[in-house]
């Protein structure tokens, strides 16, 4: 189930930045490989009453090096 926030608690709520990443490949230089797939199926059989059925599939991969 989903708490819903108020606005007292949203504005309490603190961001910080996270420091570089530093590697040893190629000096400091950071990458990452971001893989994203997205599909969906949807099948209506066509007759009276009929009922429809979907599915969707969502997925991100990301490597960081």
């Known amino acids: 189930m ?3 926030l108020t606005f007292t608690e949203l504005e309490a709520e603190h961001v910080e930045l996270l420091p570089a990443r530093e590697t040893l490949w ?3 230089n950071n ?3 971001v893989y994203a797939s997205n599909s969906s199926v949807a099948l209506n059989a066509a007759s009276f ?3 429809a ?3 969707a599939l969502q997925s ?3 490597h960081q090096h």
């Open 31 to 33: 990458w990452a490989a």
């Open 26 to 28: 190629f000096g400091n």
């Open 2 to 4: 989903r708490k819903e």
């Open 49 to 51: 009453n009929a009922i």
């Open 60 to 62: 991100i991969n990301v």
């Open 53 to 55: 059925h979907s599915a």
